[in-house]
């Protein structure tokens, strides 16, 4: 080969490999307890990042073998692990269902080294899961193995057939309604109104859950539209939420007051102690979608 061309042909290696390396994309992680959980709480967050290029990943620790009322065991495990796939698909991110039952997730060693080596695999910047206060004891204990995995992820010693990741991940809480033992804080708030009907068409491939399961357990299945389109809409007034005066602080922070004013969607994030603990430009470079 001629060395003009081994010349270009290294000008334009460096080139991409500057390019790339400027412009990396970022990894997200959603941890979430049950297939539909990463979904309704950071559904919109994360097609705003896909929509950027970024990576995204959402887990649920659980298989949802016990969310419903006729259906049960591994026939309900397999069609919800196949809507929470189409829910991926339908927000260009990844979705894995890991195969733990529902309804009786413990935070033991073999689910902690799993939950890390998953971090570690995704190469995490930003890990986002429940608070260890909420309700259902699955988000419970997800709660504890992602926190109990926040230091870990970057101890060699642990789990060593996994490589550490090098530079620890901002940990972050999904937005929850629980006062006690203290109240959620937004520290982050993302705009999700122009993602907002991408959202709930995720939502939607959740058959199992939002059109049977959830109205059948909160008394209120007749209620639910027979139509595709009519259960859409549905969903969307059910499920979009309100900005609350909190959710107004903060969106005024992140956008500024004018921008802020203009949201009608939006997802909450707490940060977690544990972990990286990002200043504001740290957060902005993490959330490229924060802009005033
Ligand atoms: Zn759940």
Same mark, same amino acid.
């Given at each position: 080969m001629k060395p003009i061309y081994l010349f270009t042909l290294f000008f334009i290696f460096s080139t991409v490999h500057f390019s790339f390396s400027q412009n990396k994309p970022l990894q997200i992680i959603m941890i979430g307890a049950h297939p539909d959980d990463c979904d309704i709480k950071g559904g919109g967050t994360a097609a705003l990042f896909a929509e950027m290029g970024h990576h995204v990943k959402f887990i649920s *620790?659980? %298989? !949802?073998?016990? !969310?419903h009322m006729e259906m049960g065991g591994g026939a309900l495990a397999k069609r919800r692990t196949e809507e929470a796939k189409e829910a991926g698909r339908r927000l260009g991110i990844e979705y894995e269902v890991l195969d733990h039952h529902d309804g009786e997730l413990l935070a033991t060693l073999p689910v902690r080294l799993e939950i890390i080596r998953k971090i570690r695999e995704w190469n995490a910047d930003v890990v986002i899961s429940h608070r260890s206060n909420d309700y259902h004891p699955d988000h419970r204990y997800t709660a504890i193995l992602v926190q109990d995995a926040a230091f870990m992820v !970057?101890? $060699? %010693?642990?789990? $060593?057939d996994t490589p550490p990741l090098s530079k620890n991940p901002v940990f972050l809480y999904f937005q929850d309604n629980f006062q006690k033992p203290y109240p959620f804080r937004a520290d982050i708030a993302v705009d999700i109104t122009s993602v907002i009907d991408k959202k709930i068409y995720a939502m939607d491939a959740h058959v199992s859950q939002f059109y049977e399961w959830l109205p059948w357990i909160g008394n209120? +299945?007749? +209620? *639910?539209?027979?139509t595709a389109e009519a259960r859409i809409d549905w969903l969307k007034s059910k499920r979009s939420g309100q900005v609350n005066e909190s959710a107004k602080v903060s969106l005024e922070k992140w956008y500024g007051p004018q921008k802020a004013a203009q949201v009608k969607y939006v997802e909450l994030f707490e940060i977690c102690e544990y972990g990286s603990q990002p200043n504001e430009a740290e957060i902005r470079r993490l959330f490229p979608m924060l802009k005033k």
């Open positions: *620790v659980t %298989n !949802g073998d016990a !969310g !970057g101890v $060699p %010693n642990i789990a $060593p209120h +299945e007749s +209620e *639910v539209p027979k």
